[in-house]
């Protein structure tokens, strides 16, 4: 079993729609959680960073942690063509250490 | 832009060659961490480096090692390259009390 999992798609939601992304996890020591968005052939891009549980919004982002549940969130209100990329989320132990990745999740807005 | 810089971009190799791929950490980052990326995997951690010291290796062989000089740029090291390194390699640097950890855009290794 993988340490954090994450359903890989493909996701295709139409342009507009509320988008929502998730991940599990096994290990209950994470404290730090991470969504990155990558481009084709680009390197990750940090979108949202969260310690611990609880809710953070930034612009059309919402990031959810439930730490009891081990399960995370990411929420794209008002959805764009040009969020169409891959989304990995990203767990941490403690501050600065490595980060361990989901598989991704690769999703399509469809004008 | 995050103002880590990786290269070079692309490179092809042949099985059993040496490969070593460079990394610049954004300015006041004093730590570099290395993924590799498998085609439709999420990143791997390879290894990371604080200070010029490795602080941390994930479960790859001896044969992938690194460096990190005083100005805190990085190189990553394959010897004995097998089809299997073929893949995107990540850098990623972070400062000290910062734990936001910034990519640079990778560099594609193909092995022949």
């Known amino acids: 079993q993988k340490e954090v999992e994450q359903d890989p798609g493909p996701l295709s939601v139409p342009e507009g729609a509320i988008v929502s992304l998730n991940c599990t996890y096994s290990?209950?020591?994470?404290?730090?959680f991470m969504w990155y968005r990558q481009y084709s052939r680009k390197g990750p891009e940090l979108l949202m960073y969260?310690?611990?549980?609880g809710n953070k919004e930034d612009g059309r982002f919402t990031a959810q942690v439930d730490k009891s549940s081990k399960y995370i969130s990411l929420f794209i209100r008002d959805s764009q063509p040009s969020d169409s990329a891959t989304y990995l989320c990203?767990?941490?132990?403690?501050?600065?250490?490595?980060?361990?990745f989901g598989t991704g999740t690769r999703l399509t807005i469809i004008p | 832009e995050t103002g880590v810089t990786q290269s070079p971009t692309h490179l092809i190799k042949t099985r059993g060659q040496q490969v070593t791929l460079r990394c610049s950490s954004q300015?006041?980052?004093?730590?570099v961490s290395w993924y590799q990326q498998a085609l439709g995997q999420g990143p791997q951690f390879i290894f990371q480096?604080?200070?010029?010291?490795?602080?941390g290796r994930g479960n790859f062989p001896p044969r992938f090692s690194g460096l990190q000089f005083p100005n805190y740029s990085s190189e990553l090291n394959v010897n004995a390259l097998e089809l299997d390194d073929s893949a995107l390699y990540l850098c990623?640097?972070?400062?000290?009390?910062?734990?936001?950890?910034?990519f640079g855009q990778g560099t594609r290794l193909t092995v022949v």
């Open positions: 990623a640097s972070s400062g000290a009390g910062n734990t936001e950890a910034f």
């Open positions: 290990n209950s020591a994470f404290q730090y």
């Open positions: 969260t310690y611990s549980s």
């Open positions: 990203a767990m941490m132990l403690g501050g600065n250490e490595k980060l361990t």
């Open positions: 300015s006041g980052h004093n730590t």
């Open positions: 480096y604080y200070r010029e010291e490795e602080n």
